[in-house]
């Protein structure tokens, strides 16, 4: 499937999961889309727009993935590939479906595999990504989370922007429970944030006293 090397770094340390498309196959397996002779899409969605989509074709033990891809800014060529799919049994009955790192010289078995810049679809050890929330302190961790229900919400993005409406089509018992999660949520993303921004002012403030006493010595 040629060299497995991913797009953005984040202040010169690893790549994360988050900064890349993700194909999970839970998802696939809970909407059924597995069985063999299956064709759908897959989308990839911003504040309720469509950003990306691929195509998908279900086969007995495998998935067909179809799309185009553009590096660099360069043209957007064609690129279509299976995918194997492995079953499982669990313990309670019935079966778990796994992907099969397509990447050449992987094959590792895995739920999700991730888009990076050579344009295929492989698992996060081959396109070497750390997770999002090994880099985080707890109120990045609580933004990011809330910005995620604000986009399933189709809110304006950013935390301070307050509530917007109920999407169409979804329950209120929904909304009132990702309504509540997201304001526990920017609590304590201010909340932390407070606590950070005094440590900075108690640091700048011992900085303070430090010059004065040069600047006397100096004298």
Request: net charge positive; hydrophobic share 30%.
């Amino acid at each position: 499937m040629g060299g497995i090397n991913s797009g953005r770094r984040d202040q010169g340390g690893k790549s994360t999961t988050e900064d890349c498309r993700a194909l999970d196959v839970r998802h696939l397996q809970r909407d059924g889309l597995l069985s063999a002779g299956r064709s759908f899409s897959v989308d990839w969605t911003r504040n309720g727009n469509k950003v990306a989509s691929i195509q998908v074709r279900a086969e007995a033990d495998r998935v067909i993935l179809d799309y185009r891809h553009q590096r660099n800014g360069g043209e957007w060529k064609p690129v279509k590939y299976p995918v194997r799919i492995e079953w499982t049994p669990c313990n309670y009955g019935g079966s778990r479906a796994w992907f099969r790192c397509p990447a050449d010289g992987c094959t590792r078995r895995v739920a999700k595999l991730f888009l990076g810049s050579s344009g295929i679809f492989a698992c996060r050890h081959c396109y070497q990504l750390a997770y999002a929330s090994q880099r985080e302190n707890v109120d990045d961790r609580a933004t990011r989370q809330a910005n995620k229900i604000r986009d399933r919400l189709k809110w304006e993005p950013g935390i301070l922007n307050g509530h917007g409406e109920k999407p169409k089509g979804m329950r209120w018992k929904t909304y009132w429970r990702l309504a509540v999660e997201h304001d526990a949520l920017v609590n304590i993303s201010l909340r932390w944030m407070q606590q950070r921004m005094k440590k900075l002012e108690d640091k700048l403030g011992g900085f303070g006293d430090d010059l004065n006493l040069f600047r006397k010595i100096e004298v």
